[in-house]
């Protein structure tokens, strides 16, 4: 069997396993990836063809980002669960939606379950390395944390939309403003479809890393311990099977598949092996379509910037713990599926006295929708199980949720018709899942016997064996977790290259 050698090998091409790898000399460090290397001129060519011939945005994006590898397919993980990720070069990172906040103060000084191991000031610089990496803008009056770049017309959101809602402020969006060109980054042009789009300015793997040392096609099935010490690890390229020792290993393979490399192995006996795979958090989604009287500028920000709703993004309580919200007024203009909301049909089509165009214009220019991430919190049981073959997911207590969601929606309704909102409609989407494709919390780095990580993302019971991405984190409130998967591995990475 041939064998390589490298001091660090990384597992997983995505953000987390790139930003470790990156605080290395590639020469140093391996990092081995089971998908293929991303064409992405030809597969966006492709994807866009499917959109003109009017196939679904969704079906458009997972064939874009599907490996032609045979090993590497996704199931749908469960009767609930309806989270996707990507096993091309680069992962789910190249598929990425771009929203990105930083997790509330609230969740790091929280108790309840899990809680974190570092607090929001340990993570402040690695937080700002990260926003720099990934080209995030930002609002400077951003209420948790002043972001690293500026988000022009952002000051103009919070403007329009204070009299309803006073402290909002614009979310994190890793879209490339003013660098036309610049690693193969395009200039968005505000369309708001990121993931399949040529004009995407929306930070990549391939787009924002300089040149590393990756292996492609090359799955890691195992990983070989002599006691408590990882030696090196089992690889599958399709044709073979071949060893790589390393000194040390980082395990970046994404929230799922982290734990099940992980379950594959045989694992020293001072792991916490009953806590790998659990605790498995994501988001449920709930949207609002709203009205404020004044008419609002869409198209004055570039692309798909978020207005962070304070007021709403907040903690509930429910039967099963706390659970954090994360509301964001959408800066796009109106889905199509929601024209009818944004425009009065009845009074258009009124052969009597139809609307005026003016008053036509005035009554859309007032519509906006929330859109909300419900926290599916620890307290909630879900799991990866490890024991199929297949990626599955164990939906744990979440149908106890959907109540409990339900009545935080009529809450949140409440809020905003009591700050002058209408709101004109609402979709209940977790009624029917969650799949925020967000698989935090499954190798679960906290401050508690439940930890399988120390506070250095060390797994507990080895010598050398660390791990990177949503699965670190022991809790995610309700916040998309790339910003943190980012700033976590870049913590990593200056940690390991010191050490
Ligand atoms: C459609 C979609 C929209 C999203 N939108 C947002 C958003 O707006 N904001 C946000 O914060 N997050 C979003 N996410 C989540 C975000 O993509 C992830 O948090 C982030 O990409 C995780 O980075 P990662 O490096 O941990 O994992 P990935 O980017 O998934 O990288 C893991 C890599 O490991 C490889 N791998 C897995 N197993 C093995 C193995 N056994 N051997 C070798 N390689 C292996 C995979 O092929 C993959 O390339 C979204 C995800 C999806 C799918």
Same mark, same amino acid.
């Given at each position: 069997?041939?064998? $390589?050698?490298?001091?660090?090998?990384?597992?997983?091409?995505?953000?987390?396993?790139?930003? #470790?790898?990156?605080?290395?000399?590639?020469?140093?460090?391996?990092?081995?990836?089971?998908?293929?290397?991303? !064409?992405?001129?030809?597969?966006?060519?492709?994807?866009?063809?499917? +959109?003109?011939?009017?196939?679904?945005?969704?079906?458009?994006?997972?064939?874009?980002?599907?490996?032609?590898?045979?090993?590497?397919?996704?199931?749908?993980?469960?009767?609930?669960?309806?989270?996707?990720?990507?096993?091309?070069?680069?992962?789910?990172?190249?598929?990425?939606?771009?929203?990105?906040?930083?997790?509330?103060?609230?969740?790091?000084?929280?108790?309840?379950?899990?809680?974190?191991?570092?607090?929001?000031?340990?993570?402040?610089?690695?937080?700002?390395?990260?926003?720099?990496? +990934?080209?995030?803008? &930002? !609002?400077?009056?951003?209420?948790?944390?002043?972001? #690293?770049?500026?988000?022009?017309?952002? @000051?103009?959101?919070?403007?329009?939309?204070?009299?309803?809602?006073?402290?909002?402020? *614009?979310?994190?969006?890793?879209?490339?403003?003013?660098?036309?060109?610049?690693?193969?980054?395009?200039?968005?042009?505000?369309?708001?479809?990121?993931?399949?789009?040529?004009?995407?300015?929306? @930070?990549?793997?391939?787009?924002?890393?300089?040149?590393?040392?990756?292996?492609?096609?090359?799955?890691?099935?195992?990983?070989? =311990?002599? &006691?408590?010490?990882?030696?090196?690890? $089992?690889?599958?390229?399709?044709?073979?099977?071949?060893?790589?020792?390393?000194?040390?290993? #980082?395990?970046?393979?994404?929230?799922?598949?982290?734990?099940?490399?992980?379950?594959?192995?045989?694992?020293?006996?001072?792991?916490?092996?009953?806590? *790998?795979?659990?605790?498995?958090?994501?988001? @449920?989604?709930?949207?609002?379509?709203?009205?404020?009287?004044?008419? *609002?500028?869409?198209?004055?920000?570039?692309? +798909?910037?978020?207005?962070?709703?304070?007021? $709403?993004?907040?903690?509930?309580?429910?039967?099963?713990?706390?659970?954090?919200?994360?509301?964001?007024? $959408?800066?796009?203009?109106?889905?199509?599926?929601?024209?009818?909301? @944004?425009?009065?049909?009845?009074?258009?089509?009124?052969? %009597?006295?139809?609307?005026?165009?003016?008053?036509?214009?005035?009554?859309?220019?007032? =519509?906006?929708?929330?859109?909300?991430? =419900?926290?599916?919190?620890?307290?909630? &049981?879900?799991?990866?199980?490890?024991?199929? !073959?297949?990626?599955? %997911?164990?939906?744990?207590?979440?149908?106890?949720?959907?109540?409990? =969601?339900?009545?935080?929606?009529?809450?949140?309704?409440?809020?905003?018709?009591?700050?002058?909102?209408?709101?004109?409609?609402?979709?209940?989407?977790?009624?029917?899942?969650?799949?925020?494709?967000?698989?935090?919390?499954?190798?679960?780095?906290?401050?508690?016997?439940?930890?399988?990580?120390?506070?250095?993302?060390?797994?507990?019971?080895?010598?050398?064996?660390?791990?990177? &991405?949503?699965?670190?984190?022991?809790?995610?409130?309700?916040?998309?977790?790339?910003?943190?998967?980012?700033?976590?591995?870049?913590? +990593?990475?200056?940690?390991?290259?010191?050490?």
């Amino acid at each position: 069997m041939e064998t $390589l050698h490298y001091p660090v090998v990384v597992i997983g091409s995505g953000f987390a396993g790139r930003t #470790v790898a990156d605080y290395f000399d590639p020469q140093d460090c391996l990092i081995l990836e089971r998908g293929e290397a991303l !064409d992405y001129g030809r597969r966006l060519e492709v994807g866009e063809g499917l +959109l003109k011939q009017g196939r679904p945005l969704h079906e458009a994006e997972s064939f874009v980002y599907r490996s032609s590898l045979p090993w590497n397919s996704t199931p749908r993980l469960s009767e609930y669960n309806y989270s996707s990720y990507a096993f091309v070069g680069g992962g789910s990172s190249n598929w990425w939606g771009g929203k990105c906040s930083r997790i509330s103060e609230h969740v790091f000084s929280s108790r309840e379950c899990l809680p974190w191991a570092l607090g929001g000031d340990d993570l402040r610089a690695w937080y700002e390395l990260a926003e720099k990496r +990934l080209n995030v803008s &930002g !609002d400077p009056a951003n209420l948790e944390g002043e972001p #690293v770049n500026s988000m022009p017309g952002a @000051a103009y959101w919070r403007k329009a939309l204070s009299p309803y809602l006073a402290s909002s402020s *614009i979310y994190n969006v890793a879209l490339n403003f003013g660098r036309e060109g610049a690693n193969g980054q395009g200039v968005c042009k505000g369309r708001g479809a990121c993931a399949i789009c040529h004009n995407d300015a929306k @930070a990549r793997p391939d787009n924002i890393f300089r040149e590393l040392n990756i292996l492609y096609g090359s799955q890691v099935v195992e990983i070989e =311990f002599e &006691g408590s010490v990882a030696r090196g690890v $089992l690889v599958f390229n399709g044709k073979e099977i071949f060893r790589v020792t390393f000194d040390r290993l #980082v395990v970046a393979a994404n929230g799922l598949e982290t734990p099940r490399v992980l379950a594959r192995s045989d694992l020293p006996s001072g792991v916490r092996r009953d806590y *790998i795979g659990m605790f498995y958090q994501d988001h @449920a989604h709930f949207s609002m379509q709203c009205r404020i009287p004044k008419p *609002i500028a869409f198209r004055s920000l570039g692309g +798909l910037c978020h207005l962070k709703v304070q007021e $709403l993004s907040k903690f509930f309580e429910t039967a099963l713990g706390t659970v954090e919200v994360g509301a964001l007024a $959408l800066t796009h203009p109106p889905h199509p599926d929601d024209l009818h909301l @944004a425009v009065p049909l009845h009074k258009v089509f009124d052969p %009597v006295n139809p609307i005026g165009r003016e008053e036509l214009a005035e009554y859309m220019g007032g =519509f906006f929708e929330v859109y909300c991430e =419900f926290e599916i919190p620890p307290q909630a &049981g879900l799991r990866v199980d490890l024991n199929s !073959d297949e990626p599955r %997911v164990i939906d744990g207590r979440y149908a106890e949720l959907i109540p409990e =969601f339900d009545l935080m929606a009529k809450k949140m309704a409440d809020i905003l018709l009591r700050r002058g909102v209408e709101v004109l409609g609402s979709k209940h989407w977790y009624r029917n899942g969650y799949g925020g494709h967000h698989f935090c919390g499954t190798v679960n780095m906290s401050d508690s016997d439940q930890s399988v990580l120390d506070i250095d993302c060390k797994l507990i019971g080895s010598e050398n064996v660390y791990c990177a &991405g949503a699965a670190v984190i022991p809790r995610a409130g309700g916040v998309a977790p790339t910003l943190t998967v980012v700033a976590l591995a870049e913590r +990593l990475g200056s940690y390991l290259s010191a050490v």
